[in-house]
């Protein structure tokens, strides 16, 4: 499962985003990792999280957030869900082919391994393609 919140800057996404990673604290039996671009959660979600601040890792493209997310898994097989504050600001991109075909991956990672993902996207809904769309 993937799930995408869209909108732009100061249109209520990240609380959005806490208000399920709380959810997720309270209903799900696994282990959740939250990553942000920045570190600025860290009050917001609760201590269970697993939070990662992006800009430590050096983070530049979606082949290394894919081989991080591979990484994250594979050292811990308990992760049921991971939220990811931003991810266009960690990647440092625009939504294009690459981002349809990024979530396109984790929706099959998700499928295979059963681990949830939920994104923030700082764009206007309206430059959702129709590969976006199904995610949102």
């Given at each position: 499962?993937?799930?995408?919140?869209?909108?732009?800057?100061?249109?209520?996404?990240?609380?959005?985003?806490?208000?399920?990673?709380?959810?997720?604290?309270?209903?799900?039996?696994?282990?959740?990792?939250?990553?942000?671009?920045?570190?600025?959660?860290t009050y917001d979600i609760p201590h269970?999280?697993?939070?990662?601040?992006?800009?430590?890792?050096?983070?530049?493209?979606?082949?290394?957030?894919?081989?991080?997310?591979?990484?994250?898994?594979?050292?811990?097989?308990?992760?049921?869900?991971?939220?990811?504050?931003?991810?266009?600001?960690?990647?440092?991109?625009?939504?294009?082919?690459?981002?349809?075909?990024?979530?396109?991956?984790?929706?099959?990672?998700?499928?295979?391994?059963?681990?949830?993902?939920?994104?923030?996207?700082?764009?206007?809904?309206?430059k959702a393609t129709e590969r976006i769309?199904?995610?949102?």
């Amino acid at each position: 499962m993937v799930k995408l919140i869209m909108g732009q800057k100061g249109s209520g996404k990240t609380k959005q985003l806490i208000s399920l990673i709380n959810e997720a604290v309270d209903n799900e039996r696994g282990d959740i990792v939250c990553i942000e671009r920045v570190a600025k959660l860290t009050y917001d979600i609760p201590h269970k999280v697993r939070l990662i601040d992006a800009s430590q890792y050096g983070f530049d493209d979606y082949s290394f957030l894919r081989g991080f997310i591979s990484g994250l898994h594979s050292a811990n097989y308990d992760i049921t869900h991971i939220f990811i504050d931003n991810v266009l600001g960690i990647v440092k991109r625009d939504i294009d082919e690459d981002s349809e075909e990024f979530f396109e991956w984790c929706d099959n990672f998700s499928a295979k391994e059963r681990v949830k993902f939920t994104f923030t996207l700082s764009v206007d809904i309206s430059k959702a393609t129709e590969r976006i769309i199904k995610f949102l």
